[in-house]
């Protein structure tokens, strides 16, 4: 599945990335559908510390790292200078930065219809900072900041995002990177602002075993806490996975049980939240049964 995906490496060896870190495996097809022709706009995030020190960073691309808050609106400017034409300026911001904190500067870029890609890796948490609650946490998980598991409802970017009508956004995950990387190279060949929202695990912040990150990012799908769809011309298409999930989920417990940021939760609680969102989803994709998304 992965054959017709260039050989040609963007993120180098000897990043300084976590083992089992998915925002560098998503990072990896991202640039790769991206091409040399990209330039990487970076708030403060983890992904700044993983390019390592210069000169010897491991981004094969130019990168501008800049404020938390600032990075839709610096990847406007650079767009809109004359000597960029033609190039792919792509943030890549945290859930952090791209939730809680750039979400201004994201939403006027979106306005302005500026010509970039927005692409939120989303690890549910600051990670880069010591595992905080950011937005994006789902309930009942632990971070540093609710050592006893959320108690509330996370932020629903992509609905906040999508009332924007951008030109093009997406959800996508590091553990399908075959949909992401057609994701991107459909992102980039369109005119105006994209946005796509990437799931990636965090095996530090999620307290699971390193090997499990594809593992886990493939359940969060199957089990419907995360979709995979596109919107476009003011439309929601499932892709296949999720198309799957709804018809018969894979049992939620299977994707709990692994990560210990989950320990003690309110599991019964926590499927009430994934059920509400599959019948939201169902009702943004014009479906109205488990079997009308299996067609």
Not at 6 to 19: F, H, I, M, S, V
Not at 38 to 65: D, E, M, R
Not at 68 to 76: G, H, K, M, S
Not at 267 to 294: F, P
Request: aromatic share 8%; net charge positive.
């Amino acid at each position: 599945m992965l054959d017709d995906i260039p050989q040609e490496e963007y993120l180098l060896k000897g990043n300084t990335a976590c083992a089992g870190c998915g925002a560098m495996l998503a990072l990896r097809y991202i640039l790769k559908a991206a091409g040399p022709n990209t330039i990487i706009v970076n708030p403060a995030c983890c992904s700044t510390v993983c390019q390592g020190t210069y000169p010897k960073t491991a981004y094969g691309v130019p990168v501008l790292n800049i404020a938390f808050a600032a990075a839709a609106a610096a990847a406007d400017g650079i767009a809109s200078a004359r000597r960029n034409k033609g190039k792919n300026i792509i943030v890549f911001a945290g859930d952090g930065g791209t939730v809680d904190i750039g979400i201004q500067a994201l939403s006027g870029a979106i306005e302005r219809n500026a010509n970039i890609l927005y692409i939120c890796y989303d690890n549910e948490a600051y990670s880069n900072t010591g595992m905080q609650k950011s937005g994006s946490t789902p309930y009942g998980a632990i971070t540093t900041t609710t050592p006893t598991g959320r108690k509330d409802s996370k932020k629903d970017i992509d609905l906040i995002i999508m009332a924007h009508r951008p030109k093009y956004m997406a959800s996508a995950s590091a553990a399908y990177p075959k949909d992401l990387y057609e994701k991107v190279r459909k992102a980039l060949s369109i005119e105006g602002t994209k946005f796509i929202h990437v799931l990636c695990p965090c095996p530090s912040g999620w307290r699971y075993s390193t090997e499990k990150t594809v593992e886990l990012g493939r359940l969060a799908v199957r089990c419907g806490m995360w979709f995979l769809y596109e919107y476009e011309d003011g439309k929601v298409k499932l892709n296949a996975p999720t198309k799957a999930a709804l018809k018969r989920p894979a049992p939620l417990a299977d994707y709990v049980k692994p990560q210990g940021r989950f320990k003690g939760v309110n599991l019964e609680r926590l499927q009430k939240e994934v059920d509400e969102e599959m019948e939201r989803i169902r009702a943004l994709a014009g479906i109205e049964n488990a079997k009308e998304a299996s067609g």
